[in-house]
């Protein structure tokens, strides 16, 4: 079956533009995560949904990022006035539970800001 | 931040060796996930290890893991070229309910010569 896909997979954009970054997780899994990774770093956690919810959005930077899932399959990661510090690769994952079950990944979006 | 940390940074190995890398947390876990990346982009899972199991195997790779001393360990047998690649290790916590929150280390750069 299709894993997770992500798009773009490189997006390059001027400072204080805004873009989206679309996830779509494996057919069924109802847990969905997003990442970032800066080079030469492990990613590190953002957001994490449950169905259509944000159960945890402790790991969003600050009030520029949000995210959505509003019919709880795919996902939007949205930032607002994106700055230079903002350039990274953002990762989505998927999983059918959390506790146990293994999160699968997609190939991510290499976000640069110039 | 990031909660794993892993060892070596970097091994560069010939073909048909043994590589063995090392990962240390800090608090206490659920599970602990071994991932691996090629080229900087999608991680693939490799094995999850849940914390009352000591030893998990699959296919060339042995993963162990001692929760009195925080730390696990990747061995990979028999080493290809295609095993080249950056390995992370990733922590599932248990406590406060976050335990689908996976928190990376920095990765081992395993570099595996033909």
């Known amino acids: 079956g299709a894993g997770v896909s992500q798009t773009p997979s490189n997006k390059v954009t001027e400072k204080g533009k805004y873009v989206e970054l679309r996830c779509d997780p494996i057919s069924g899994h109802t847990a969905l995560y997003w990442y970032r990774q800066s080079l030469g770093q492990g990613p590190e956690f953002l957001i994490y949904?449950?169905?259509?919810?944000?159960?945890?959005d402790s790991g969003l930077p600050n009030d520029r990022f949000f995210a959505v899932r509003p019919e709880g399959s795919v996902s939007t990661l949205k930032i607002q006035r994106t700055e230079r510090g903002d350039s990274a690769v953002y990762l989505c994952a998927s999983s059918q539970g959390t506790i146990y079950n293994e999160q699968f990944f997609g190939p991510g979006t290499r976000l640069t800001v110039l | 931040s990031q909660q794993g940390e892993e060892d070596p940074q970097a091994l560069s190995i010939q073909e048909g060796e043994n590589a063995t890398m090392n990962c240390s947390y800090k608090?206490?876990?659920?599970?602990l996930q071994w991932y691996r990346q090629n080229s900087g982009r999608g991680l693939v899972h490799l094995i999850l290890i849940r914390s009352n199991e000591r030893e998990k195997h699959s296919g060339r790779l042995r993963v162990t893991l001692d929760t009195s001393k925080k730390s696990s360990s990747l061995l990979i047998t028999a080493s290809r070229a295609a095993d080249t690649a950056s390995y992370f290790c990733?922590?599932?916590?248990?406590?406060?309910?976050?335990?689908?929150?996976?928190?990376f280390g920095k990765g081992t750069l395993l570099t595996v010569n033909p």
């Open positions: 949904f449950q169905g259509t919810g944000a159960a945890d």
């Open positions: 608090t206490s876990i659920n599970n």
């Open positions: 990733a922590t599932s916590r248990n406590s406060g309910g976050s335990n689908y929150k996976l928190t």
